[in-house]
């Protein structure tokens, strides 16, 4: 009985210890390898995606890649295309896997290489854990929105700036005369950050754009068929919105901060499953103005990917809250830290927990020696040891 409480208590201590590994999935490149998104397959393998090419959206060599991890040989494969239309750029690419186990692939095409000529497209398929290769995709469509109640919405919140003087009130008049414009308040949005999908079955997909600066969630109640806008995510700067569920089911985004200082991930909430949503505010979360994200883990924790700076990118935290946010007691360094300043750029991360609990991170690797993605898993309990 003794050897049998020892073995177990073994057991329990070493599943509960902190753990690491991390690893390039291709060697560094020359070419611009930026923003990808994460999944885990039904079968344990992992699937990658992310922009490749000589530039963002201005360069139109620009194309999606993806590569495979298998679960049994613990390796990647070589990287593949998964979306290239000849001509144009196609960056910000994201995926995920609904309640039907079906694989969502989105990502915008740039028509006129602004951000705000961004067409939406994606695809779905139930046929994606080949050992190579790209899915074999069942369908495919564009998503347009119609943003619900933008011109009122942009009206009531920038409003009292507008008529104010200086670089802001300019700003808030013109957004509010851009979200007069039919054109121009449909076209340009996109994504960053993995979909969710809520206990109703609602999907939304965080999306933002460059163009006014503010966040946006694509909603479908059909299973990904048809979709609609919700009200705009209004703010200074507001975008690339990241969404996790509170236990009351409310929603909370956090958003990248691309306005004036002081630099923090900008917040808003929503209690009608993500129609309409609060003007942002600053939260605790450092942000020098780049992608991060937040997920719910599935004891309830949030964690948080982030850089926890104001300036430059060469500092890669992840963050733990036990209170949903409302404070992040551990945190640990994923890539570089606030006193290595560098040119190095550690940014642009998303997340995952898988079935086994691993907390799965891959983000953009930029070193004067090349360009990267790359991938890192842990647990919670290497987080909250801290740096060492």
């Known amino acids: 009985m003794r050897a049998a409480i020892f073995l177990l208590l073994t057991i329990s201590c070493a599943a509960a210890a902190p753990q690491y590994s991390g690893e390039l999935i291709f060697p560094l490149e020359k070419w611009h390898n930026h923003s990808s998104s ?115 919405r942009t009206k009531e919140v920038l409003g009292k700036d507008a008529a104010g003087t200086g670089r802001q009130a300019e700003y808030a008049a013109r957004m509010i005369e851009h979200a007069q414009d039919e054109y121009f308040s449909r076209m340009g949005w996109f994504t960053r950050t993995h979909p969710v999908q809520l206990p109703s079955g609602r999907i939304l997909v965080p999306m933002y754009s460059d163009g006014f600066s503010f966040g946006i969630m694509a909603i479908s109640d059909d299973g990904g068929i048809t979709w609609s806008g919700s009200e705009p995510i209004i703010g200074y700067g507001s975008i690339q919105p990241s969404v996790v569920r509170k236990r009351d089911g409310s929603l909370v985004a956090y958003l990248r901060d691309n306005g004036p200082p002081p630099k923090r991930a ?10 309409t949503w609060t003007p942002t505010k600053d939260s605790e979360l450092l942000n020098p103005g780049t992608s991060l994200e937040v997920i ?93």
């Open 296 to 388: 719910p883990l599935r004891n309830g924790d949030w964690i948080a990917v982030y850089n926890d700076l104001e300036s430059g990118r060469y500092s890669l935290v992840a963050a733990i809250s036990e209170d949903e946010g409302v404070s992040w007691k551990w945190k640990r360094h994923l890539d570089g830290g606030p006193s290595q300043q560098s040119k190095n750029q550690y940014h642009y991360p998303s997340v995952i927990q898988a079935k086994d609990n691993a907390i799965h991170v891959t983000y953009s690797y930029f070193v004067p020696e090349g360009k990267a993605i790359k991938h890192v898993r842990f647990n919670e309990d290497w987080v909250k040891t801290g740096d060492q």
């Open 38 to 152: 994460i999944v885990e397959l039904p079968n344990g393998d992992l699937l990658v995606c992310w922009f490749h090419g000589s530039g963002e959206r201005t360069a139109d060599d620009v194309l999606i890649q993806a590569a495979r991890w298998n679960k049994s040989t613990r390796k990647w494969r070589e990287p593949f295309t998964l979306a290239d239309t000849p001509g144009f750029p196609e960056t910000n690419p994201t995926m995920f896997i609904d309640s039907k186990q079906r694989l969502f692939f989105l990502w915008p095409l740039i028509i006129a290489h602004k951000w705000e000529t961004a067409l939406m497209k994606y695809r779905i398929s139930s046929d994606y854990q080949q050992a190579s290769g790209p899915p074999r995709w069942e369908f495919q469509d564009n998503i347009v929105l119609i943003p619900k109640n933008i011109a009122e």
């Open 266 to 275: 900008h917040i808003s909430y929503s209690k009608d499953d993500g129609v």
